[in-house]
Structure formats: structure tokens, C-alpha cells
């Protein structure tokens, strides 16, 4: 049962469609943290939602609450439970069960026919994954002339067919468009232990970091090398801008994009390395990448350091699929 508090927080939204909390505060004539504790049991309830973040947060009522479908099968509830991530038109970060049917009534899916497919088509990508890692040098292969990475991994592809973008595609993306340092941080808590077992298996010696094209406030690599605190030589790699700043995103040839990595991509000298791992959030083409190599192997090393690439997400084929990152 709610307090007379609850049911006056109630009506004053219903009667103006939304409110702040400092509204609340000055129409109610309570202290702050008493409105607080009412919004947050109000929330709890499903009765009001919360939107924005401060200091820009409003509460609106929450509508009908829909039950959440079930689906029929335990394995495959599970299974997306661990997998599926929806991020909403306007901002909500639904995961599991719940973005996955929240995703399938915004398109007019059957969700339990529609998971089973989902399942499917996951593990069909999840096939490529040894050891939690997946080798991207195939599509390197079919890609360059010349290859120069050693080796090259993604985490995960950025999207899938039909479902589209993976979870940890869908939280790069929105990690780097609202600079999230939240949202980053949970990044790279769930990419830090892949790292650390790849720089063991591959008795690493020093680590490189791709540096952005894009100046922004906060850059999305310079935090998961902080998060990653990798305790070994770092190579310095520069990025530089010419009278215009072109991402390779936005280049849809690939002889364009070697241009653009043979001609603003550059390593300092510094000490050889056996081993050296080159660290990028998205591999599209991997031209980036591949040249990157290529100039570590011919200034650093002499031709005999190995290179290898790892992704947080990379293409499955081609590199126009993940153009937005």
C-alpha cells in the first residue's frame, strides 16, 4: 500500500505528465532524501520511471506495466540472459529476457520463435570463437595483398545477421557516440581478462595502442589502457592530421583507406620487441592495423618482430557493417 507521500508524488505527475525532484521537494515541503526514499520505492514498484541523468533527471508514470514474456524455453532464457543486450530508442540499457523482448515488440516479433532463431544464429557466429578469442587474419587474408599482422583476434563481431549489433558492439558504440566513462569502464571489466591471457599465451613484450582520428573529450582507448594497466613497454603511436581530419569510417574504398593509414600513422623509435601487441576497439577493414604492423616490423624490428592485432569487435566479412563505430 502506498504512503500518503507515494500517492501525492503519484498524482502531481499524473497531473503535469512529469516532474523533477526539486518540483516534488518544494510542492510536498519534505526534505529531499524523504522524496527521494518515496521515488525510489515508487520505482521499485513499477509505478514511475526514471529518465535523464543528473543534474537533468525527470519522473514520469510508468504507464501499464507489461509482464514480462516468458519464454518457453529455460535453455534458451539463459542463454540470452547472458548474450543479449538492447539499448531503446531513447536511451534504456535492457538486458537479457527483458531487451530481447522489448526489442521483439518494437519490430513485431514472436518472442519465442524469434529467440530460438536469436540462439541460433549466435552460436553460428560463436562457432569462429577458440578459446575466447576469434581469428580475424582469414578475413585479413582475403582482404590485402599484403599481410602484415602475424596474427589478429577480435573479442566478438560487432553485429550479427538479422539481430544486428552484439552486446559488447552495442555498448562500443554507445560508449564512444555519449564519451560514457560508466559505460567504458564496463567495457574494459569485461575485456581485461581476454587481454591479460592473450598477452601470456603470446609471451608479449610490448603493447601498442591504434590512437583515435577523432578528438573527443573523453577518448574510449586512452581509458581502457588506464583500465587495462598493462605492465609493460608501450609503443608510441601517433596519429597524424593533415588540414582535415578523415576517419577511416568514412572512407568507403579500401585503397583509400591504406592511404589514409600508410600516410597518418606513425611509430616512434624506440627499443626492439620480439612480441608486440597492437590493441584497437573495432576492426572494419583493418587497414589501420595492417599498416601499423607493417612500420613496427620495418622500424622497430627490423622485419623479425611479430605483430599481433587484437579487436574488441571486428567484421565478419567485409567493413561497411561497422562504419558507425
Known sequence: MLTETGNNIVKYIKDRQEATAKELVDFLLISPQAVFKQLKKLQERGQIAKFG?????FYVLAGEKQAEVRLI?????????????????????????GGFTAWCEGNGFE?????REYVATSKKYSAFRQHGLIDGRVKLKQTFKDVYLDKLFYLDFYSIERFGKTKLGAML?????????????????MTQDAVKKLIKSE??????????????????????EKIYAISLPKIKILKAINQIAVPQKS?????????????TIFVEGGQTHRTVLLIDDA????????????????????????????AL???FKGFDVISEV
Not at 576492426?283 to 587484437?310: C, D, F, Q, Y
Open 173 to 189: 558504440l554507445y560508449a564512444k557516440q555519449s564519451q560514457d566513462k560508466k559505460l567504458i569502464q564496463k567495457i574494459g571489466q
Open 203 to 224: 609471451n608479449i613484450q610490448a603493447v601498442g595502442f591504434i590512437p583515435p582520428t577523432i578528438g573527443r573529450r573523453v577518448q574510449l582507448q586512452k581509458e581502457l
Open 53 to 57: 541523468s543528473p543534474p537533468r533527471v
Open 283 to 310: 576492426v572494419g577493414s583493418g587497414a589501420t592495423l595492417n599498416e601499423t604492423a607493417r612500420k613496427i616490423k620495418e622500424k622497430l624490428g627490423g622485419g623479425k618482430t611479430k605483430v599481433i592485432g587484437l
Open 251 to 263: 572512407l568507403n574504398k579500401l585503397s583509400d583507406r591504406i592511404t589514409n593509414a600508410q600516410n
Open 111 to 115: 518472442p519465442n520463435k524469434t529467440a
Open 73 to 97: 524455453d529455460q535453455d534458451v532464457s539463459k542463454y540470452i540472459n547472458n548474450n543479449y543486450l538492447y539499448i531503446s530508442p531513447d536511451g534504456l540499457f535492457l538486458e537479457g529476457v
Open 313 to 315: 569487435t571486428g567484421s
